[in-house]
């Protein structure tokens, strides 16, 4: 599928922002031109937000109807901190990327405590008194991959939920979103979306616990009968929770789904892992297993700027993240403009 990807750089920012295929590029152009011309599809915009819920749905092996869609990763996550009950023990890494930890912490004036704890020993911290555990399968400054396996057996031991943030995930990381409660994912990094639409998986025992607190006309049972109603029907599924639908957003997203789709996670994911590695390799490290990959090399996210690279600096660390678009010969002059 390389014809789907023209770039000018050799762009190793994915962890950042995603490049959109070509059939996505050119869905959102046609749809910006209708909307500057005053021929607007309305409908077909409107049913690519459905496309857009179904084909994330398949992407982490999810029903569709558990899926919801809002328009950022701390949005939805702001949904569930809301939902949890007063003086609720929310528990996340040290470090964690901070859309899945500042809503917890914005309910502290309800008694909600949020405590840290090494990645690599979470699971050891999740004991009969920790509400919820929210962290990131794949970490964003490091690409580092957490132990999920132990997270969820020590989760279930002790009736924690479970809330991931999968937006360094999705698209590359295998994932059975139906192992945690909710599985949250910003579109516009590896799904390569525009950025103003993420997706949640919910299940169903956690919905039923959910305020769907930006509800409006899409959130209800008939949205087409919702416009002025005087209450609130709530729509049966995971559509309750939705945020007013970003049209513009999933004309792109449904053809960018579709391509990772089409190729399949699991030889994406053997394709990025393997980049990464063979960058790494060139510079003496040990495998990540990870898309994404951190260097502490003095300057140099300039270094690689000036070799026409992409790249950028998280944790006081130069990152750099392998996908789809990417090739060998990316790794290779990636690893040689550092190492001279």
Known sequence: ???????????????????????????????????????????????????????????????????????????????????????????????????????????????????????????????????????????????????????????????????????????????????????ICSAYKWLMAPRGLAMAYLSPALRSGLRPIHAGPIAAADPTRAFYADHFDPAPDARALDLSPNWLAAVAAAPALDALLQVGVEHIHAHNTALADRFRAHLDLPPGHSAITAVDIPDALRTLQRAGIKATERGGRTRLAFHLYNTEADADLAAKALTG
Do not use: C
């Open 1 to 183: 599928m390389d014809h789907q990807w023209k770039t000018d750089t050799v762009w190793l920012n994915t962890a950042q922002s995603g490049v959109p295929p070509t059939s996505a590029h050119t869905a959102l152009t046609h749809a910006i031109d209708a909307w500057h011309t005053g021929t607007a599809p309305i409908e077909d915009w409107s049913a690519s937000v459905q496309t857009t819920r179904t084909r994330f749905a398949h992407l982490v092996n999810a029903p569709t109807t558990d899926i919801t869609l809002g328009a950022s990763a701390s949005q939805l996550f702001a949904t569930l901190a809301s939902s949890l009950p007063d003086h609720a023990h929310v528990l996340v890494p040290e470090g964690e990327f901070t859309s899945a930890v500042f809503p917890f912490h914005a309910q502290h004036d309800r008694g909600v405590t949020v405590t840290t704890a090494p990645l690599h020993a979470l699971a050891d911290h999740i004991g009969p008194h920790t509400t919820a555990v929210a962290y990131s399968p794949v970490q964003s400054p490091d690409g580092r991959l957490a132990p999920t396996d132990r997270i969820l057996a020590a989760a279930r031991t002790h009736r924690t939920l479970v809330f991931a943030d999968a937006t360094q995930a999705a698209g590359w990381y295998p994932l059975q979103a139906t192992d945690f409660d909710a599985l």
